[in-house]
């Protein structure tokens, strides 16, 4: 009953932060991640030592997968920019690029499955499950959350 209170109150305060639609000064990206940390903590109910176990590895692989996403954005944006829009593109150069997000989405596929690897030594398959849920649910919270503030011109 106490964790599920202090869960609700961590909702609740990430819920009323202001965040901006479009750029988020680094101090939202801090909390962000500390309400993910406490959501997923929540719903994993890690004991002391998985936790002391499970973050660090759960932070490299979040970091990864956040580096190899801003790649994929920031490589797409700039090369389709550069052409003047996909109108412009010639079939090579969309083949190219459709290349590019290929590769980056095998390498993720291998973070996920190596970071898989090291955590079921840590964690029970169910635990592992719960994760890969909770984040879902996580993010589709940030995105209803951010959602309006878009809409609001924020």
Same mark, same amino acid.
């Given at each position: 009953m106490k $964790?599920? %209170?202090i869960t609700n109150v961590c909702i609740l305060l990430f819920f009323s932060?202001? %965040?901006?639609? !479009?750029h988020r000064p680094p101090k939202h990206? /801090? /909390?962000i991640k500390a309400y993910k940390v406490a959501y997923i903590t929540e719903k994993l109910d890690l004991t002391e030592s998985?936790? !002391? $176990?499970?973050?660090? =590895?759960?932070? =490299?692989? &979040? *970091?990864?997968k956040m580096a190899l996403h801003r790649e994929e954005r920031s490589s797409i944006r700039k090369r389709i920019s550069e052409s003047g829009g996909i109108q412009n593109l010639t079939n090579d150069e969309a083949k190219e690029i459709l290349?590019? =997000? $290929? *590769?980056? &989405?095998k390498r993720k596929g291998e973070l996920k499955t190596d970071f898989f690897n090291k955590m079921s030594g840590i964690l &029970?398959?169910?635990k592992l499950l719960t %994760?890969? =849920?909770?984040e879902h649910e996580f993010n589709r919270k940030l995105i209803r959350k951010l959602r309006p503030q878009r809409k609001k011109g924020i």
């Open positions: $964790k599920h %209170l932060v202001n %965040l901006t639609a !479009q990206h /801090k /909390k998985e936790a !002391q $176990k499970f973050w660090p =590895i759960y932070n =490299i692989y &979040s *970091d990864g290349e590019r =997000i $290929k *590769d980056i &989405s &029970s398959y169910k %994760l890969e =849920i909770a």
